[in-house]
Structures are given as structure tokens and as C-alpha cells.
């Protein structure tokens, strides 16, 4: 080793040591300063290479310590903070006297290493992702254990006055890991109307704990019916540095949360935080924050990303058959990589409910003032994204739905009077992420609907019997029937007795659901829950004899292993599951499949109607994305099947509609005892 | 008639039980072995089902079944034939299962005879025309009807009402 190069060497780690210095000096004024993190971590790295080639052994074992814990910053597995800062800012000085004395050959020296390097150890440690020796490990070894989640919590009006405090909901989650809190307010009125026992608020919280979703449930325990809460998942690791500082967190518009899909979009795009550092640089190419692809484009996108799922598929199947740690390793890596793609393919083709308000906003203000009524509409939430295919088939139900609100639920001024309401009637339109799912909802403060009013309609018509005993979500549920009007006075409007039909119909067209929540007195909202995508789906493969089904996974809710012989002679369809009794439908009967009969049967729960249904298949073979293909014209009727997708052996399995499904066999069983009865 | 039967007068001919038939080969996209054929529960029994056709899902129809004759086991020489056919002003493809294919020969308009509106089980607008080739009738198939419409024979029996 020439004297030239460790000369050059030392040089190179001084000014590495410089470097990191300034840095952090600058993440001291900015904690979130991605770049400063990402210099240090670089400068780092090189050093601790550089002096591992020259000997300098002491330099490169402590640097490596201090680079697994920026590693970790970096790739948002753990949060700046002041003590990694103050322990760095120790460590620049301490190797600084290691370039002397690379050996340790002084005391002070010495029993200064062993300090810091004891302190940066405990550092690590106490972050519960503990770094192998090696840093090349992959990011996903040390984060497995913590994730970060969503949690929405939407407190109900009324919580206050049972004593609860929300903030405590709030801490005993912060509790849970580390997370940020986002509050929002949810329709506040104006200060003169705000009432004190009232809580007009709700928060999102970005948490990332080493703890189960269970765990976090548990929080709610006692508040689950005062509340809405949702619970998802965001990401492996810890992504509250990705997001802490974000401008869209910072700049955002409290009256409304940010949902799940806000949040993880920010998380998913940390580039676009601005730091102070670099707003003034972004200042200047702001325009180019989005471009316009035509619609052709993305479709051809979109069906490149589906065929590469659709060989991904092949590939783990390949890879699953072939005993190759090498082969699954990338075969793992490209469904990760594929999952991700789809993702962001996905969002791409969402275009939010924005761009269809126009025209309600149009529609209300017209027909308000058409039947005289005083109407303030509101819509909450429009940024919620959907797809496009969706959004089209969209427009023609939810402008029914705002029809009826204003011609049958809202009152004209007077009546409202009355009533003791204020005179101007009050409709909103909002939406918001549950889930995979998209919820639109269309809530008035009007009449609601009379529930006997319907009922002696429906007798009226026919369409139910004078003695049948029918609980409040039926009643309700009789307005969906075709040739349904309960309007005293048609009106060009609404009332012709089509349209509720037609919504339901449309509306499950794009496999979403529709409900309705009515009060007599205070109004109605209609509840519609949609996909977010048509063209794929998150499903589980299942088997029955040789052929292969596809539940969706948003469908099932437990599976349990039965004896297929139990099932077979059960005479009265129900089945004892977690001391419950559940009907099932043993589906091989059903689908009249022969083939090898297996002795231990699949029951799969899924709900239906607000209850629990088993269905019953031979075997689950586990997660699949179905990527979805029309079964074509001449299955039209064979409704409960949504689709067929092409599986990694080129076989087809069909894509099951369990409500679809499920509302079937009902119908074909009441028939057939008809038919038994009568003979 | 569609515009392609009108300018092309190539046939594609095939048998089921001991008939013969023809299509045009306009509406012919391809000929398939047959792969496995995923059934489709609960759907009329001349739906065999639908196959993986480079990555689409195509659905198959038992053509045996739907013209009513009876039902038999495929064997080597049974073939699905790839048709595009016009319903509703839309182009549905399709595959139709045959026990077996012949040839394609050229027929001249003039070859071409009326059907018979007796004796044949067919509905006669479900035939275009027939040709005599060595002593065998063979029928000229109006694909487009033939596989949009429900009911193709004519049931001499009401029996075997199936759902």
C-alpha cells in the first residue's frame, strides 16, 4: 500500500466527514430532509469502503452501525430524530481522531469507540428492525415486523354525550407505536349552530406499530357502535417519514379526510415531498406536475399490465414446480414488482367523482325550483378517484337517486315549517374509501320514507302478501321492486313507479351494491358501495372436482374444514360452525360435479344479506389476482358468474358472484319446495 | 345473408353423426384441437363451456347437442372450429365443437339447391341452401342464425325440455 493512496484516502475522508456534517447539520433545522438523509447514507457508505480497503477496521465497523440505522431512515423503516442526529454529530468528531489513530492505540481514544459504539448498538436495538452484519440485506427483513396502517375513525354525532373522549381514542392508538394523528372536520355548521355535546370530528391516523390489527381493534372495543372505523393496512415497515412532511398533509383541507388511498398515495410518492431545501428548486418546474395521456394509452396500458399479470401468474406457477431458490427469489420479486405496477396502473385510469358533479349541481338547482322547494347541495369528498368505466355507468343512477331526494324526500318549505325544520332542505352528496371499495352516498334531511306507506303500496300492487311479516330493511328493500311508486301525485319529475329498479340493476351492473338508511321524519341516505376497478380482482382460488373457481376476497369472511359425509346428509342445509348454525350450499350439487369426491370438504363463509352463508368447495388453493374476461353473450344468464380468468396453466376458472350466486340457489330451493308442496 | 357469403363461395365442410355440413369460410377463424374445456355450471347443455384461446376466454358450444343429435364422447378426429358470427350488429366469436372436418371445396352458386320445406329436421332458415357431392347432401349453414337462436331442430317430440 503506496503512502500516495492512503494520502488520497485520507484526504476523500475528510471530506466525506464535511459532507455528512453539513448534512447534518442541515436535518437538525429539517428532520425530513430526504436528501440530507440520502447524502449522509452515501457518504457513509463510502467511507466505511474505503477505509475497510485500507485497514482503517475501527472506522468501517462504527460507520457501519451508523449507516444500517440511515438505511433504515431512508427507506422509512424509522423516523429522524435528535438522538441519531446528537450521536452522529459525536461520531464525525470521534473519526476524526480515528484518521490518526486508526488502532486505537490511545486510551481516550479507545474508550471513546467503545462508548459510542455501544450507544449506536442501542440505538439499533431499540428500533425493533435489528440490521444484520450484512447492509445489502434486503430492505423487507428488518421491517417485517412493523407495519404501518390506516385507521379512519368517524365518531358518531351523539359520542360526546356518553362520556367518551375522542382524544383518549386517540392516544391509546399513539400508544400502540408511533403514528400521526390528521384530524378532520366533518360537516361543521356555522359557530352559532354548533352545538357543545356534538362532535363534528374525526380523525386519520397514520400508525406504525409492531403490533397485530387485532390489537389495534381492541382500542375501539368499547366505542366500535358509537363510531365508523376502518382499519387497513398501508404498507410493510414504517412510512410516517415518508409522509410526516408532505405537503398535501401539511397544506390539506381539514373538511375532509384524506382516505386510505390519499394517504397511501402520499406514502407511495415521498418524492413529492418539498423539504425547504429543495421548494425553491421545485418552484420552477411546477407545471410539469401532470401531463395528459390519452385515454387509447392508458387502455393499452392497462391491458399490457394484465397480461403481465396473467404470466407473472405462469411464472410462480413455473417457479413452484421447479425446485430453484434462485427462480423463486425472482419470480417473488417480479409478482411484488407486477403487484405494484398494476396498482399504479390502476390509479392512473381513476378519475374522481369531480368530474360528474357539474352536472348534479346543475340538476338540483333546476329541479329545486322547478317543484318550489329550497334546497342546499353539497358534495363531500369528490376527489375520491374510480374508475372511468364506472364513473359513466354512474351518472344515470345516482341522477335517479338525486331525483327522488328532492321530488319525494325533501319537503317544500312549508311543510318543512311544520316540521320544525329549517325551511331550506339540505342534500349532500359525499364519498369516501372503505376498503377496496368506493361508498357514495346521497343523504337528505327530508320526510324519509314512510315505511307503512310502502307496505300498504306493495299490498296495493301485489307485490307482497297483506299477512307478511317484514322487518324494517325489507320494507325498505320493497322500493327496488320493479312497478314501485309510493308519490300521491306523479310528477313529471319522478313517480312513474320506473327507476328504483333500474338503479339496483345499474348499479349492481358495475358489481356494486346499493342501500338505503331511512328515518321517518329526518330523512334518507342511499348507501351505494362500488369497486374500485372492474378489470381485476383481488379473489381466492378454489376447487371443486377438476374445476377451478374464483371467490372474490372482499366476499369471504372464514373458511372451516368439514367432513364432506357431514355435509352430504345434512337434510336441512345448516351446519354448526363456531356454535353458530349456518345454512351452506354444497356447491358440487348444485354444479352438478362428480368428480373425485374429496373426503374433507371447504366451507367458506360468506355473507349475504347480512347474514352468514356457507358455500362449499373441495379445496382453496390460495390468493389469486384474477385478471377478469367477459364470459360473452351466451352466458348472459349465468349472472353468478362475473367473469372467467385465465390461470398460470393456461386453465380457465370462473369468477363467482357469491350474492348473485347465492340469491339463485334461494330462488331455485323456494321453487322446488313449491313444486313438492303442490305434488 | 352476410356480404361474405355473397362473395366467397368457399366452403368449409364437416360432419356430425353422419351429416354433413358446411360453413363458409368467411366465418372461419381457425381450427383448434380440443383443450380442456372448463364447464360452465348451470348453463344450457349445448354450452360445453369455455377454453383459454391465447389468453381469451371463448366460449365452446356442443354443436352435436345443439342440433339435437345425440350425444357421444369426442375422439381424435373431433375438432373445435373458431367461428366469428354477426348477432345483434356485433361480432361474437365463438367455438363450435364437430366430430370431424373434411375439406374445403369451391361450390358454384348454381350447385347450390333450394332446401326442401319437408323432410329435413332442420328449420329451414337456419339452412341456406344444400349441394349434392357424391351421393351425400350436404347442408350449407346459416352460422349466424343457427348459433343465436335457441332452438335449431325441429322437436318432433316436446320431451327433453331441459333447463
Given at each position: 500500500m503506496t503512502e500516495k493512496l492512503l494520502d488520497i484516502f485520507l484526504g476523500e475522508a475528510q471530506e466525506l466527514i464535511v459532507e455528512i456534517e453539513k448534512a447534518v447539520l442541515l436535518l437538525e433545522q429539517n428532520q425530513q430532509d430526504e436528501h440530507g438523509i440520502s447524502a449522509i447514507f452515501r457518504a457513509m457508505h463510502t467511507l466505511k469502503g474505503s477505509s475497510g480497503m485500507f485497514g482503517f477496521e475501527a472506522v468501517s465497523g462504527i460507520t457501519h452501525h451508523l449507516e444500517s440505522i440511515y438505511q433504515d431512515i431512508r427507506d422509512g423503516a424509522r423516523a429522524m430524530d435528535a438522538n441519531v442526529l446528537a450521536i452522529t454529530l459525536k461520531t464525525l468528531d470521534h473519526l476524526r481522531n480515528l484518521m490518526q489513530d486508526p488502532h486505537l492505540g490511545d486510551a481516550g481514544v479507545r474508550a471513546n469507540h467503545e462508548q459510542l459504539l455501544t450507544a449506536i448498538l442501542s440505538l439499533e436495538d431499540a428500533h425493533t428492525s435489528h440490521h444484520t452484519a450484512n447492509n445489502t440485506a434486503p430492505a423487507s427483513a428488518n421491517t417485517a415486523q412493523q407495519r404501518s396502517y390506516y385507521i379512519y375513525i368517524l365518531p358518531h354525532p351523539a359520542i360526546l354525550r356518553n362520556g367518551t373522549?375522542?382524544?383518549?381514542?386517540?392516544?391509546?392508538?399513539?400508544?400502540?407505536?408511533?403514528?400521526?394523528?390528521?384530524?378532520?372536520?366533518?360537516?361543521?355548521?356555522?359557530?352559532?349552530?354548533?352545538?357543545?355535546?356534538?362532535?363534528?370530528?374525526?380523525?386519520?391516523?397514520?400508525?406504525?406499530?409492531?403490533?397485530?390489527?387485532?390489537?389495534?381493534?381492541e382500542v375501539f372495543m368499547f366505542v366500535e357502535s358509537d363510531c365508523d372505523i376502518t382499519i387497513k393496512s398501508l404498507a410493510d415497515g414504517n412510512i410516517l417519514s415518508a409522509i410526516g412532511k408532505h405537503e398535501q398533509i401539511q397544506n390539506r383541507d381539514v373538511a375532509a379526510a384524506l382516505g386510505y388511498e390519499g394517504i397511501k398515495a402520499l406514502a407511495a410518492h415521498p418524492k413529492k415531498k418539498i423539504s425547504k431545501a429543495d421548494k425553491a428548486r421545485s418552484a420552477g418546474i411546477n407545471n410539469a406536475a401532470s401531463i395528459r395521456v390519452s385515454s387509447e394509452r392508458l387502455d393499452d396500458l392497462m391491458?399490457?399490465?394484465?397480461?403481465?399479470?396473467?404470466?407473472?401468474a405462469r411464472l410462480s406457477l413455473f417457479s413452484g414446480e421447479n425446485d430453484s431458490t434462485e427462480l423463486s427469489n425472482i419470480s417473488e420479486n417480479i409478482e411484488k414488482i407486477t403487484r405494484r405496477l398494476r396498482d399504479n396502473a390502476f390509479t392512473m385510469s381513476l378519475v374522481p367523482l369531480e368530474s360528474i358533479v357539474v352536472r348534479f349541481q346543475r340538476l338540483v338547482s333546476d329541479l329545486s325550483k322547478?317543484?318550489?322547494?329550497?334546497?342546499?347541495?353539497?358534495?363531500?369528498?369528490?376527489?375520491?378517484?374510480?374508475d372511468k368505466s364506472i364513473i359513466e355507468k354512474l351518472t344515470d343512477p345516482l341522477l335517479h337517486i338525486l331525483r327522488n331526494s328532492i321530488d319525494h324526500g325533501i319537503e317544500n318549505p312549508e311543510e318543512r315549517k311544520r316540521r320544525n325544520k329549517s325551511?331550506?332542505?339540505?342534500?349532500?352528496?359525499?364519498?369516501?374509501?372503505?376498503?377496496?371499495?368506493?361508498?357514495?352516498?346521497i343523504a337528505d334531511d327530508g320526510a324519509g320514507i314512510d315505511l307503512t306507506k310502502v307496505?300498504?303500496?306493495?299490498?296495493?300492487?301485489?307485490?307482497?302478501?297483506?299477512?307478511?311479516?317484514?322487518?324494517?330493511?325489507?320494507?325498505?328493500d320493497l322500493i327496488f321492486l320493479p312497478g314501485f311508486s309510493t308519490a300521491s301525485v306523479i310528477t313529471g319529475v319522478s313517480g312513474r313507479g320506473v327507476g328504483m329498479d333500474v338503479v339496483r340493476r345499474n348499479v349492481s351492473d358495475i358489481r356494486g351494491e346499493i342501500d338505503i338508511a331511512t328515518r321517518a321524519g329526518e330523512g334518507t341516505t342511499f348507501i351505494i358501495k362500488l369497486p374500485l376497478t372492474l378489470s381485476i380482482l383481488d379473489g381466492l382460488l378454489v376447487k371443486i372436482g377438476d374445476t377451478d373457481f374464483i371467490l372474490p376476497l372482499t366476499s369471504v369472511a372464514k373458511c372451516y374444514e368439514v367432513?364432506?359425509?357431514?355435509?352430504?346428509?345434512?337434510?336441512?342445509?345448516?351446519?354448526?360452525?363456531?356454535?353458530?348454525?349456518?345454512?351452506?350450499?354444497?356447491?358440487?350439487?348444485?354444479?352438478?360435479?362428480?368428480?373425485?369426491?374429496?373426503?374433507?370438504?371447504?366451507v367458506i363463509l360468506v355473507s349475504y344479506d347480512g347474514q352468514q352463508v356457507g358455500l362449499v368447495f373441495d379445496r382453496i388453493e390460495?390468493?389469486?389476482?384474477?385478471?377478469?374476461?367477459?364470459?360473452?353473450?351466451?352466458?348472459?344468464?349465468?349472472?353468478?358468474?362475473?367473469?372467467?380468468?385465465?390461470?398460470?396453466?393456461?386453465?380457465?376458472?370462473?369468477?363467482?358472484?357469491?350474492?348473485?350466486?347465492?340469491?339463485?340457489?334461494?330462488?331455485?330451493?323456494?321453487?322446488?319446495?313449491?313444486?313438492?308442496?303442490?305434488? | 345473408m352476410s356480404t361474405q357469403a355473397e362473395t366467397l363461395n368457399s366452403f368449409l365442410s364437416f360432419r356430425l353423426d353422419d351429416e354433413l355440413f358446411a360453413a363458409n369460410v368467411g366465418k372461419v377463424l381457425e381450427i383448434l384441437e380440443i383443450p380442456k374445456i372448463t364447464k360452465v355450471p348451470r348453463s344450457p347443455e349445448y354450452m360445453r363451456g369455455v377454453v383459454n384461446l391465447r389468453g381469451n376466454v371463448l366460449p365452446v358450444i356442443d354443436t352435436r347437442t345443439k342440433f339435437g343429435l345425440p350425444p357421444t364422447s369426442d375422439t381424435v378426429n373431433s375438432c373445435i372450429l373458431v367461428l366469428s358470427i354477426a348477432s345483434a350488429g356485433k361480432n361474437i366469436t365463438l367455438g363450435a365443437v364437430v366430430d370431424a372436418v373434411q375439406e374445403v371445396m369451391e361450390i358454384d352458386n348454381s350447385a347450390i339447391q333450394a332446401v326442401p320445406s319437408m323432410g329435413t329436421r332442420y328449420k329451414s332458415e337456419f339452412i341456406d341452401g344444400m349441394v349434392k357431392l357424391n351421393d351425400q347432401f350436404i347442408m350449407l349453414l346459416n352460422l349466424d342464425l343457427v348459433f343465436t337462436s335457441e332452438e335449431v331442430f325441429v322437436l318432433e317430440e316436446a320431451a327433453g325440455s331441459k333447463n
Open positions: 373522549n375522542i382524544l383518549y381514542l386517540v392516544d391509546d392508538l399513539l400508544a400502540l407505536g408511533e403514528g400521526t394523528a390528521l384530524p378532520f372536520f366533518h360537516q361543521i355548521p356555522e359557530l352559532a349552530a354548533i352545538a357543545p355535546d356534538t362532535s363534528y370530528m374525526g380523525f386519520e391516523v397514520v400508525l406504525a406499530t409492531t403490533k397485530k390489527e387485532e390489537d389495534i381493534q391491458n399490457l399490465v394484465s397480461e403481465l399479470v396473467t404470466t407473472q322547478e317543484l318550489h322547494k329550497d334546497i342546499e347541495f353539497t358534495a363531500v369528498g369528490m376527489d375520491t378517484k374510480i325551511p331550506k332542505g339540505k342534500l349532500q352528496l359525499r364519498s369516501y374509501y372503505s376498503g377496496g371499495n368506493v361508498i357514495i352516498e307496505k300498504e303500496k306493495a299490498i296495493a300492487k301485489g307485490l307482497i302478501d297483506g299477512h307478511a311479516a317484514l322487518s324494517e330493511k325489507e320494507l325498505t367432513k364432506t359425509a357431514a355435509l352430504e346428509s345434512s337434510f336441512n342445509q345448516l351446519i354448526q360452525l363456531d356454535e353458530k348454525r349456518l345454512p351452506f350450499f354444497f356447491l358440487r350439487n348444485d354444479f352438478a360435479i362428480t368428480d373425485h369426491k374429496p373426503e374433507l370438504s371447504q390460495g390468493e389469486y389476482q384474477a385478471v377478469l374476461k367477459p364470459l360473452g353473450e351466451f352466458y348472459q344468464r349465468q349472472n353468478e358468474f362475473s367473469g372467467a380468468t385465465i390461470l398460470g396453466n393456461g386453465n380457465v376458472a370462473l369468477v363467482l358472484d357469491p350474492n348473485k350466486l347465492i340469491g339463485k340457489l334461494i330462488d331455485h330451493y323456494k321453487n322446488q319446495q313449491r313444486y313438492e308442496y303442490a305434488g | -
